[in-house]
Nanobody, 122 residues
Framework: QVQLVESGGGLVQAGGSLRLSCAASGPTFSRNNMGWFRQAPGKEREFVSAITWTGYTYYADSVKGRFTISRDNAKKSIYLQMNSLKPEDTAVYYC????????????????WGQGTQVTVSS
């Protein structure tokens, strides 16, 4: 069983930066592949980024070059550094633990945090 708690969201102006954190519980975190998703009002939850337990990373095209995912296994945490934020990045951001094969699909993740709100003003 994995429990996830996100933090670090907030209100920022366009062009600004935020760093999201996700703290995990559970004995196998260092072997968990992890992901970040986001959901804007009236839209489906969408993939943002993922990191394997070995540190390989995946990004949605919309955030490539602006967002960076990382992990610290000693702290049982993953992070999402978000730079050059745009109003279209406004959403609730969720951390998730992958149990399936497809990093890009919500169906492959069985454990989710409660989400943290990111609002980017223009």
């Amino acid at each position: 069983q994995v429990q996830l708690v996100e933090s670090g969201g907030g209100l920022v102006q366009a062009g600004g930066s935020l760093r999201l954190s996700c703290a995990a519980s559970g004995p196998t975190f260092s072997r968990n592949n992890m992901g970040w998703f986001r959901q804007a009002p009236g839209k489906e939850r969408e993939f943002v980024s993922a990191i394997t337990w070995t540190g390989y990373t995946y990004y949605a095209d919309s955030v490539k070059g602006r967002f960076t995912i990382s992990r610290d296994n000693a702290k049982k945490s993953i992070y999402l550094q978000m730079n050059s934020l745009k109003p279209e990045d406004t959403a609730v951001y969720y951390c998730a633990a992958l149990t399936g094969d497809n990093y890009y699909s919500t169906n492959a993740y069985d454990y989710w945090g409660q989400g943290t709100q990111v609002t980017v003003s223009s």
